[in-house]
Nanobody
Framework: QVQLVESGGGLVQAGGSLRLSCAAS????????MGWFRQAPGKEREFVAT????????YYADSVKGRFTISRVYAKNTIFLQMNSLKPEDTAVYYC???????????????WGQGTQVTVSS
């Protein structure tokens, strides 16, 4: 069992930056691929970024490539999402997720956090 707790969301102006964190419980953090997803009001949840258990494979959605950076710190059982050059269309609830096995850009993850709200004003 893995528990995930996101933090770092908030209100920011367009062009600004935020850093999201996701703290994972359990001693098997290093064996999970981790991902960030988001869901805007009235829209389906969508993939944002993912990082493999080793950190060697990273993938981004085209909409955030070049602006967002995913990373993980094993000693802290934590992953991060650095978001720069934020746009109003980035407004959503952001979710952290964990998956046994290889990385995936689909919603096929085993564990999910409760989410953190990110609002970008124009």
């Amino acid at each position: 069992q893995v528990q995930l707790v996101e933090s770092g969301g908030g209100l920011v102006q367009a062009g600004g930056s935020l850093r999201l964190s996701c703290a994972a419980s359990g001693r098997t953090f290093s064996t999970y691929a981790m991902g960030w997803f988001r869901q805007a009001p009235g829209k389906e949840r969508e993939f944002v970024a993912t990082i493999s258990s080793s950190g060697g494979r990273i993938y981004y959605a085209d909409s955030v490539k070049g602006r967002f950076t995913i990373s993980r710190v094993y000693a802290k059982n934590t992953i991060f999402l650095q978001m720069n050059s934020l746009k109003p269309e980035d407004t959503a609830v952001y979710y952290c997720a964990a998956r046994g096995g290889a990385v995936a850009t689909s919603l096929e993850y085993d564990y999910w956090g409760q989410g953190t709200q990110v609002t970008v004003s124009s």
